[in-house]
């Protein structure tokens, strides 16, 4: 007899039956504001900035970057399990994406007084935030199996990550806008983001509902041990649940590609390509339009045929991308890539996340996006941990072009796998 604890979440009540428009508008929103943290800090104006203005160009830069956003996503990978399995039992998960939300909103709006010379102030204002910016990103994603079906999981994921492409747009208009404003004002797209981020998430935390009922913890147990214990259940039914264990496997090593260009196109665009910063705006502005149009239509795509095939075509059109950018010479040429990346970029994450929902049990979404959290971040870990000190040892061109291996990898395990079975015989 299993004497193992009982799944701690209430089944939320039917998406058919429930779910208004608004509710699922609400929860795009939360794609659109967190997009501008990721896109402006992250990717376009952070590394450059760090670089350039804090680091004084220390050639060890790109190594000191790549390494905190890995040690921000080892605290993901530790605090994932126990921080779903708490959103659980207390059916808490709205709460606990305001609280991460808005902590990552006033560390982002602090790097605004972080000046030349600061540069553990600055890393260490980024690991917090960059780690409650990817908590709250698993916890908004575990609200997606309430508020979809099987048949409408793939186009909702796409309206988000669309969502999210167009928040990432207007954030680089108006980090355009202030750079283009006068000499030395890029710190300014800080303090701008954080309130982006801020302020957009508002329409999630009014129009989502949480549905599930809080829950009374095992006898004798902590939230420790039955997030241990649910980890180790995990392992124990690793043959129920094999197809989504080896999809977590093939996500892992293609999502640390991803996360390696995401951390560090703009240090490629600025050291390789001589780029200006107006320039790199530009180039992710492009990379943001053609995201939309892969998630947008790869979520038809996938509800359509399922998920194989868009996860397939985003992982070939990665690998033409990586292959191609370490071999570019212009910047128009780089432009081009940008377009290709941006089709790649917003497919691949779309349905990654539906294939997940599609795949997560009834009434288990917190644990089951904690898991997935847990996979997306150990991906981070490698792909901006091997990156960034690939390119202080070598070169951006080699590791741009050894960074194409993670999405090989990741179509060969992808290959094989059957998505479209239900999680019962999977």
């Known amino acids: 007899m299993d004497d193992s604890p009982a799944p701690l979440e209430t089944p939320a009540p039917s998406a058919s039956n429930s779910i208004k428009p608004r509710e699922i508008f609400g929860w795009c929103c939360f794609d659109f504001a967190n997009s501008a943290f990721t896109t402006i800090v992250i990717t376009v104006v952070g590394l450059p900035y760090f670089k350039a203005a804090v680091a004084d160009g220390h050639q060890s830069a790109e190594g000191w970057w790549g390494t905190t956003l890995a040690l921000s996503q080892v605290c993901v990978l530790l605090f994932a399990p126990l921080i779903g399995v708490i959103a659980d039992v207390r059916a808490r998960k709205k709460r606990f994406l305001a609280v991460t939300a808005m902590t990552c909103s006033l560390a982002t709006v602090l790097l605004f007084g972080v000046s030349e010379g600061q540069v553990w102030l600055m890393l260490g204002l980024i690991l917090v935030a960059n780690f ?83 829950r009374s913890l095992p006898a004798g147990k902590t939230y420790l041990q039955v997030a241990w214990q649910q980890f180790a259940d995990m392992k124990r039914e690793l043959p129920e649940h094999r197809t ?24 490629y665009a600025t050291e390789v390509l001589g780029m200006e910063q107006q320039q790199i705006i530009g180039l992710f502005a492009v990379l943001q339009i053609a995201g939309v149009a892969g998630a947008f239509g790869f979520g038809f795509l996938q509800d359509r045929t399922g998920p194989k095939l868009p996860l397939a075509a985003a992982l070939v059109i990665w690998i033409v991308a990586c292959l191609w950018a370490s071999r570019c010479e212009t910047v128009r040429e780089f432009y081009m890539i940008g377009v290709l990346a941006g089709i790649g970029m917003g497919s691949l994450q779309s349905a990654s996340r539906a294939v997940v929902s599609t795949l997560t049990p009834e009434g288990r979404s917190g644990e089951f996006f904690g898991y997935w959290g847990f996979f997306a971040k150990l991906a981070a870990v490698i792909g901006t941990f091997v990156f960034g000190n690939l390119v202080s040892l070598t070169d951006y061109r080699i590791a741009i072009a050894a960074n194409t291996v993670f999405f090989v990898i990741g179509l060969l395990i992808l290959l094989p796998l059957n998505l479209r079975g239900s999680v019962k015989d999977t």
């Not at 080896?246 to 991803?258: I, S």
């Open 132 to 214: 409650m910016f990817s908590t709250s990103e698993n916890i908004c994603s575990a609200f997606l199996p309430e508020i979809s079906t099987p048949e409408n999981v793939g186009r909702i994921s796409g309206y988000g990550w669309s969502f999210g492409y167009l928040g990432g747009l207007l954030s680089l208009v108006i980090a355009l806008a202030i750079i283009s404003s006068g000499d030395g004002r890029a710190h300014w797209t800080f303090a701008a983001t954080g309130a982006f981020f801020f302020a957009a998430s508002l329409p999630t935390l009014l129009l989502l509902k949480e549905r599930a009922q809080p």
């Open 244 to 267: 989504l264990v080896r999809f977590f496997v093939a996500m892992t090593f293609y999502l640390a590609g991803l996360m390696a260009v995401v951390g560090f196109a703009a240090g």
